[in-house]
C-alpha cells in the first residue's frame, strides 16, 4: 500500500530563510504522481504541484522547488526567501495504486513570522 | 478560475441527526471525492464515485454514510446519524480524467460539529 511519510510536524523560521519540506513515500507502482498541496489557516486545500515518476528534473515556480529523487523516494519541497504569507501547512500526497484516491502525509506546518 | 464549492462552510448538529453536506465540482469534471480532516490530523480518503457510482470507498465510509450526484452540478455527502466522532472537515474533490492522474481540486471544506 502506498504511504507518505512527512517526518518534520513542524518549521519555524523568520522571514527570508529558505526552508526545506521532506516528503518520502513508498510505492510498489512503477509509474506514479507525487502531488504537493498547501492548506493556508483559512482552511482550503491549495493545489501546489503534480510531479510523474519518469520525470526526475526538478522544478521551480517562482520562489518554490522541488526536488524529486526517485532513488531516495523522496520529493522535497523548497521555499526561498520564505514570506509570511508561506505560513500553512503543506501535505504531500500519492495517489493509491488503482489511481482511485490521494493518500496524504500527515503535513508539515510552516511557520514564517516576521 | 473554476472551483469546487461547498456549502455550508459550517454546520453545527446534535448527535443522532442527519446531516447533508453540498458541493458543485467543477462543472466539466467527471470524478469526484469526499475527504475528511479531522482537527489537526491528516486528511483521509473517504470516497470516489464515477459515472454515478461509488467506484472506491474506505474503510470509514460505514452504512451511516451515503454519496449521491442528485442533478448534474450537485455532489452530496449524508450522514445518516451523526456521532461526536464525525466532527471533522469535510472536504469534496474532482477531477477531469484519469483519477489520481488528473489533479484533484478541493473545495474550501464545510467543517461539521457535532454536539
Known amino acids: 500500500a502506498q504511504k507518505v511519510t512527512q517526518a518534520q510536524t513542524e518549521i519555524s523560521v523568520v522571514e527570508k530563510e529558505d526552508v526545506t519540506l521532506d516528503c518520502v513515500y513508498e510505492?510498489?507502482?512503477?509509474?506514479?504522481?507525487l502531488f504537493w498541496y498547501k492548506q493556508p489557516p483559512s482552511g482550503e486545500l491549495v493545489f501546489l504541484i503534480r510531479?510523474?515518476?519518469?520525470?526526475?528534473q526538478n522544478e521551480i515556480s517562482g520562489r518554490y522547488s522541488w526536488n524529486f529523487q526517485k532513488s531516495t523516494s523522496s520529493f522535497n519541497f523548497t521555499i526561498t526567501a520564505s514570506q509570511v504569507v508561506d505560513s500553512a501547512v503543506y501535505f504531500c500526497?500519492?495517489?493509491?495504486?488503482?489511481?482511485?484516491?490521494?493518500?496524504f502525509g500527515t503535513g508539515t506546518r510552516l511557520l514564517v513570522s516576521p | 478560475e473554476p472551483e469546487v464549492t461547498q456549502t455550508p462552510s459550517h454546520q453545527v448538529t446534535q448527535m443522532g441527526q442527519e446531516v447533508i453536506l453540498r458541493c458543485v465540482p467543477i462543472?466539466?469534471?467527471?470524478?469526484f471525492y469526499w475527504y475528511r480532516q479531522i482537527l489537526g490530523q491528516k486528511v483521509e480518503f473517504l470516497v470516489s464515485?464515477?459515472?454515478?457510482?461509488?467506484?472506491?470507498k474506505s474503510e470509514i465510509f460505514d452504512d451511516q454514510f451515503s454519496v449521491e450526484r442528485p442533478d448534474g452540478s450537485n455532489f452530496t455527502l449524508k450522514i445518516r446519524s451523526t456521532k461526536l466522532e464525525d466532527s471533522a472537515m469535510y472536504f469534496c474533490?474532482?477531477?477531469?480524467?484519469?483519477?489520481?492522474?488528473?489533479?484533484?481540486?478541493f473545495g474550501a471544506g464545510t467543517r461539521l460539529s457535532v454536539l
Open positions: 474533490a474532482s477531477s477531469g480524467s484519469d483519477r489520481g492522474l488528473d489533479i484533484q481540486y
Open positions: 510505492t510498489r507502482d512503477t509509474t506514479y504522481y
Open positions: 510531479r510523474n515518476s519518469f520525470d526526475e
Open positions: 500526497a500519492l495517489p493509491n495504486t488503482g489511481f482511485q484516491k490521494l493518500v
Open positions: 462543472s466539466n469534471h467527471l470524478y
Open positions: 464515485f464515477y459515472n454515478n457510482e461509488i467506484s472506491e
